[in-house]
């Protein structure tokens, strides 16, 4: 009853707009350089189903007007009804999604393909940054749908500029979009003065057997001051540590400083790093008890031997077993510093798998990465090493 009251009341209300439709729907949602924060409780109704499914919703937006894929960053943390989280996170270029245990990275440098709008079966689907649920949660894209939408002649939209709901002075939107002839999505937008989202009803292919209705309503929250890599690791750094598949966030890092740290030693002294090194410095992570440790250690230990320059050589364990660590340094001097409990630091350099060697210059400067072990490790090391130098 309460989805065929929706049908009725926006297949009255809606009308087709003038000649100025687009610029409408450009003013109707806040600008992209406007930051955006809330919080939102989100229903989901699958008929064929009969269930619904509730989240409590984080939605966070900041200007980035020089990304030419979408101009603003941002960040979408879910919590369900039985407490299990998922989130989704864009900025420059990066998408990343965790939800069912699976954490899902997309690189625009490193495959864009999945970042393209593109038409399927005469619909339309929007790039992986663009999609699911994100896509009425985000008002750039919610905006830029609704750009879409009115430039289409077959769409119907209604534009009421000053109504009340609830008693507060909004304006309200509603959208009856068509595909091959028949209705393919019924919406009902609703924002406050400010033009920020209020609430939103989405009806997804009415009267089909995947009907699915949205229900989403929305309260003002204090934003966050940085979306990217970092901030996604600093609050989710067990996700990244146990999903995380791919070394692109190393890989991606060459060129950039590398971060600040500090860790503790074999030798019982903090080791505090501020941006500088004397010289070009070798970062071997690795995992103690892993098998191919004293192969690596072996390979780097003489690449360090052999160069015509001073190196300094980094050893850094991620996990916290220092009987372990010593254990497998053993072979070494003990002038060579050997640090661990590096899980977090190491997330920060985007290391996933060891062993993983990172070049730095004297600047603190990333200058290449080396993922994995093989037996050409040292002369493969050497030659970078010295391709770092003028």
């Not at 009421?160 to 009902?188: C, F, H, I, Q, W």
Request: charged share 25%; proline share 4%; with cysteine.
């Amino acid at each position: 009853m309460k989805r065929s009251v929706i049908y009725v009341i926006m297949v009255l209300w809606v009308v087709v707009l003038g000649a100025k439709k687009q610029e409408t729907m450009q003013n109707f949602l806040c600008s992209d350089r406007v930051n955006y924060a809330a919080s939102a409780e989100v229903l989901v109704t699958l008929p064929i189903t009969h269930q619904d499914v509730r989240y409590r919703v984080n939605v966070f937006s900041i200007s980035n007007p020089s990304d030419s894929l979408l101009p603003v960053k941002y960040m979408v943390e879910r919590v369900d009804t039985l407490g299990v989280r998922s989130f989704e996170a864009y900025f420059d270029g990066n998408f990343y999604s965790f939800s069912g245990n699976k954490l899902r990275e997309y690189h625009w440098a490193q495959d864009s393909l999945p970042f393209v709008d593109r038409m399927v079966k005469g619909r339309n689907v929007l790039g992986v940054h663009k999609s699911g649920m994100v896509s009425v949660l985000i008002p750039a894209i919610m905006r830029r749908e609704l750009e879409r939408i009115a430039a289409d002649k077959r769409n119907k939209l209604f534009l009421d500029a000053d109504t009340v709901v609830g008693g507060e002075n909004v304006s309200m939107l509603k959208v009856e979009e068509y595909l091959r002839g028949a209705p393919s999505r019924y919406m009902e937008l609703v924002v406050d003065r400010d033009r920020k989202p209020s609430s939103y009803i989405v009806v997804s292919s009415p009267g089909a057997v995947g009907e699915q209705l949205l229900e989403v309503g929305f309260k003002d929250i204090e934003g966050v001051s940085e979306i990217d890599e970092n901030v996604l690791i600093a609050r989710y750094p067990q996700i990244f540590a146990k999903y995380r598949t791919n070394n692109y966030g190393a890989e991606a890092l060459v060129g950039k400083s590398l971060p600040l740290f500090t860790l503790p030693s074999l030798s019982g002294e903090r080791y505090i790093w501020k941006g500088r090194f004397n010289v070009p410095t070798m970062m071997v992570f690795l995992q103690s008890g892993d098998g191919v440790n004293a192969e690596t250690i072996n390979a780097v230990k003489r690449a360090s031997i052999e160069l015509p320059l001073v190196t300094e050589t980094l050893w850094i364990f991620m996990d916290k077993n220092m009987r372990g660590v010593a254990d497998d340094m053993s072979g070494l001097a003990e002038d060579y510093t050997t640090l661990f409990n590096a899980e977090r630091f190491a997330m920060q350099c985007g290391v996933v798998s060891t062993p993983m060697v990172i070049l730095v210059d004297e600047g603190g400067v990333i200058r290449s990465v080396m993922a994995g072990y093989s037996p050409n490790l040292k002369a493969e090391l050497m030659q970078r090493v010295l391709n770092m130098t003028p």
